[in-house]
């Protein structure tokens, strides 16, 4: 897979990379919308990816990126310091500056980026998280994974401007084959958990860029003011997530709509995300299944960020008899996750077929196993 970015940066820049790095989309299994709220998360990293391969710029140009992807092919050129291109490349110019923060790594050179991914854009498996971590990875290879994820993170929420948690870039550097992990967003701890079931991915091919920006920008407005009034109640109250479980009656009093049903299914995500954890390390499939169905549930109902198209698909797998299903991401639109057993031939055809009856169209439906995280390329 490295090989379309390496071409075209010998193809552009008329010179071989000097090194190359890949980094891979996700899926988040469970735990939604609470990362920036303090609570843990469970993703898998999946095999699609984007890779970067890098050199350096011509000599005098200092400071000047030159960017080209596959997908758009025409090179922007920036002097990354002072200005932030409209769209991908935007991403690229915020990991150099957080490198450069991080006591210049690198050097303030001028440096050529190509890109390649055969990852959606747009459909909810974190595009934008493998870019920004596969180029931090190929800029600074000797960083451990975790600083990887920090200055992808803070690329993507402090420069581009998405106000999203750290979940995406966290599993994009440190995702293991055939494991999820389970990464609490509050004191960063990180637990990989044997992952080989079976789990497919369908694609509503509804597109969710502006939608969920504007709604990940809301939620977070949302929960944010959730916290400032629960701090009445207990004073010491940092993150949403750390609310204490069997104290939902009291938050139900102390908060009105929509508020109040935003937290509740912040707090109880975190209950059910931990539980899950737990019952994927024993094995129970089964139980495990039913909170994935549940998340699912809270997702539509109180925090209010699914879509027709992803209901469609939940209740159909449902019907069909999956173990689990439910929107991944960010939401509103985008994709869903269903968790079939080993001979389950039927919960693919019969999602389809309900889909189709609804829309007119299919939805590609994928098989998705627990892959890599960002690791270097052989150029
Ligand atoms: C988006 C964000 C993540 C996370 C999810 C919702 O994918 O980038 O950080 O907040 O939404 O769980």
């Known amino acids: 897979m490295p090989r379309p970015a390496i071409d075209l940066f010998h193809e552009t820049f008329g010179s071989p990379p000097r090194a ?3 980094a891979p989309g996700r899926v988040n299994l469970i735990g939604e919308h609470t990362d920036y709220n303090g609570g843990p998360v469970l993703p898998i990293a999946i095999a699609q990816r984007t890779t970067a391969a890098i050199g350096p710029g011509a000599a005098g140009e200092s400071g000047v990126l030159e960017a080209v992807s596959t997908r758009y092919r025409n090179v922007v050129r920036i002097k990354w310091q002072e200005e932030l291109p409209k769209g991908w490349a935007a991403y690229v110019a915020g990991v150099l500056r957080e490198l450069w923060a991080l006591e210049g790594v690198p050097p303030d050179g001028a440096v050529r980026v190509a890109i390649a991914s055969d990852l959606p854009v747009g459909a909810g498996l974190s595009s934008s998280a493998a870019l920004a971590v596969a180029a931090a990875k190929a800029l600074a290879p000797s960083l451990k994974p975790r600083q990887i994820a920090g200055v992808a993170f803070r690329a993507e929420h402090d420069h581009v401007g998405v106000r999203c948690g750290v979940m995406d870039q966290t599993i994009a550097a440190l995702g293991k084959r ?3 992990l389970l ?3 509050a004191s960063l701890a990180a637990t990989q958990i044997p992952f080989g079931a079976r789990l497919l991915l ?7 860029d502006l939608s969920a920006g504007k709604g ?4 977070r407005a949302e929960c944010e003011e959730a916290v400032k009034r629960l701090k009445v109640e207990l004073p010491e109250l940092r993150w949403l997530a750390s609310w204490p479980a069997e104290w939902l009656p009291r938050l139900k009093r102390a908060l009105g709509e929509p508020l109040r049903s935003r937290a509740v299914h912040v707090v109880s ?5 931990r539980f899950a954890a737990q019952l994927l390390q024993q094995g129970k499939l089964k139980q495990f299944g039913k909170l994935l169905y549940e998340s699912h549930e809270s997702c539509r109902r109180l925090y209010e960020c699914s879509s027709p198209e992803l209901d469609t698909v939940v209740a159909a797998a449902k019907r069909a008899g999956a173990l689990g299903a439910r929107l991944t991401g ?3 639109g985008g994709a869903a996750i269903v968790l079939v057993g080993k001979n389950d031939n039927e919960t693919a055809p019969a999602i389809q077929r309900a889909f189709e009856r609804a829309y007119g169209r299919t939805a590609p439906i994928s098989e998705v196993q627990a892959s890599a995280g960002a690791h270097t390329e052989r150029v």
């Open 216 to 219: 990940l920008n809301e939620r």
């Open 178 to 180: 055939d494991h999820a």
């Open 202 to 208: 369908v694609d509503t091919g509804k597109r969710h």
């Open 183 to 185: 990464f609490e967003c």
């Open 330 to 332: 960010a939401g509103w």
């Open 269 to 273: 995500e975190t209950a059910r995300t």
């Open 20 to 22: 190359a790095a890949s």
